[in-house]
């Protein structure tokens, strides 16, 4: 089993930044890739960035390329989420996901707000 815990979501001005963090806890160890998703109202969730354990691969949606940074910290078993450059359709609620070979694991989700 994994827990996660998101933190950092709030409210801020298009071209602000926020930095959301995901803490992980229990079996680790396990854990073989890391990503952050997103779900706005009246719409599904998509993949925003993801990481992998091993080489610290990045994969980012188009719409937060170059915007966006996701980075780990494997001593404190945390993963990153810089946002940088914030749009009013960032707005969204933010869930942390972490993929083991056998099953995913969802963080409780933190918002983040946008205002133009």
């Known amino acids: 089993q994994v827990q996660l815990v998101e933190s950092g979501g709030g409210l801020v001005q298009a071209g602000g930044s926020l930095r959301l963090s995901c803490a992980a806890s229990g079996s680790t160890f396990s854990i073989v890739y890391m990503a952050w998703y997103r779900q706005a109202p009246g719409k599904q969730r998509e993949l925003v960035a993801s990481i992998t354990n091993q080489h610290g691969s990045t994969n980012y949606a188009g719409s937060v390329k170059g915007r966006f940074t996701i980075s780990g910290d494997s001593a404190k078993n945390t993963v990153y989420l810089q946002m940088n450059s914030l749009k009013p359709e960032d707005t969204a609620v933010y869930y942390c996901?972490?993929?083991?070979?056998?099953?995913?694991?969802w963080g409780q989700g933190t918002q983040v707000t946008v205002s133009s």
């Open positions: 996901h972490a993929s083991t070979f056998r099953s995913g694991y």
